[in-house]
Nanobody
Framework: QVQLVESGGGLVQPGGSARLSCAAS????????MGWYRQAPGNQRELVAV???????NYADSVSGRVTISRDNAKNTVYLQINSLKPEDTAVYYC?????????WGQGTQVTVSS
């Protein structure tokens, strides 16, 4: 069983930045593909960014150019840097770990973009 704990959310002003972290309790973290997803009220959960075990990244069109996903395998942690935040970025941000057929989700961290 993999436990994922997100942190770094909160209230951010439009145009500001946020850095989210997701710490994984697994010894083989480097083997997992990691992703960030988000879900706004009334909407389905959507992909924000993914980073493979090999370090390849992919971003949703809606955030491309404003978001960077990275990982530190020594710390079992994946990060999401979001810049130029907009009110429509307001959502609960979830971390996902995937290896083979196994998928694990964190509990999420709320990001609210408002003045």
């Amino acid at each position: 069983q993999v436990q994922l704990v997100e942190s770094g959310g909160g209230l951010v002003q439009p145009g500001g930045s946020a850095r989210l972290s997701c710490a994984a309790s697994v010894r083989t973290f480097s083997m997992y593909n990691m992703g960030w997803y988000r879900q706004a009220p009334g909407n389905q959960r959507e992909l924000v960014a993914v980073i493979t075990s090999g370090g390849s990244t992919n971003y949703a069109d809606s955030v491309s150019g404003r978001v960077t996903i990275s990982r530190d395998n020594a710390k079992n942690t994946v990060y999401l840097q979001i810049n130029s935040l907009k009110p429509e970025d307001t959502a609960v941000y979830y971390c996902k770990a995937q290896y083979g057929l196994m998928t694990y989700w964190g509990q999420g961290t709320q990001v609210t973009v408002s003045s």
